[in-house]
């Protein structure tokens, strides 16, 4: 009887896995309240959601390990993953939020410094079950919004990609942008430039030969009268977006495990 009276605690337990307090900032309460408020947002959007807090992040940057805890515990949702974490690393100081599947897109680089802007005051004032409430908050005002209007991702080598998901960057057409993108190409076609110009003047040993003179009767063109007249004036108006488009952009790399991820932090 007992047994069967524990049981569904430790089920509890289990089901929380998607919040980690390794410092016990939180009570256990709140994790309920945090877990309960997590899984709605995450049944209704399609997304996953996992908060970490911890001082040990195993020697690595808060972006490796956000990226590499998200990646080693199976967080995400559908073929790519989708989902998010956020990791509040009390060893510097510094929160991360790492994003994967169509969770980069719809959480750009823009909209992630709004989440933070929201969640690092909370932080700042060690009131951990808020900013942790928050975060769960801005993530679904997002996900409600959708992926925004001209995103696009760019990698940490600079490649950008509109592509649909799918089309990676080892097809051909993510080989052919990166080759366009890379310095060399440019610098060995200035090259092949050179040398072409090199042969062809060695070819007449240096000496231009057309001139005016090729095709023009000497005497034949006097210049006897000079006026300016004023024709028309033309004005062109181009309306400037209030959004640029590094509003849309949504900075990516890859972690340890080779998977794409999006995100970012601050201290605080």
Known sequence: MFALLISPA??????????NDELDYLSEG?????????????DAH???????????TDGKSSMDFADDYYDSHGFGIGG????????INMDIREVWISTAGKAIDIFTDSRIDSVLDAVTPHLSDEDYYSACMEFIHQAE??????VPRGQYRQDEDGYSSDMPQGHGSNTYLGRAARLAAAPLVYVIALVIA?????????GSKGKVTVSNRTYEEGGSFQLTQQR??????????VRVSSQSSSGSKSSTHRSSSGRSHGGGGRRF
Request: no cysteine; net charge negative; hydrophobic share 45%.
């Open 141 to 146: 005002k997002y996900a409600k919004s959708g």
């Open 80 to 87: 790519d993953a989708s989902g998010l974490l956020l990791l």
């Open 194 to 202: 050179l040398i072409g110009t090199l042969i062809a003047s060695s």
């Open 228 to 237: 300016d007249d004023f024709i028309n004036q033309t004005v062109t108006k």
């Open 10 to 19: 430790i089920a509890f337990a289990y089901s929380s896995d998607n919040i």
């Open 46 to 56: 399609g997304l996953d959601i996992a908060i970490v807090i911890t001082d040990q």
């Open 30 to 42: 709140e994790i309920s309240e945090i877990q309960s408020e997590l899984e709605r947002v995450v």
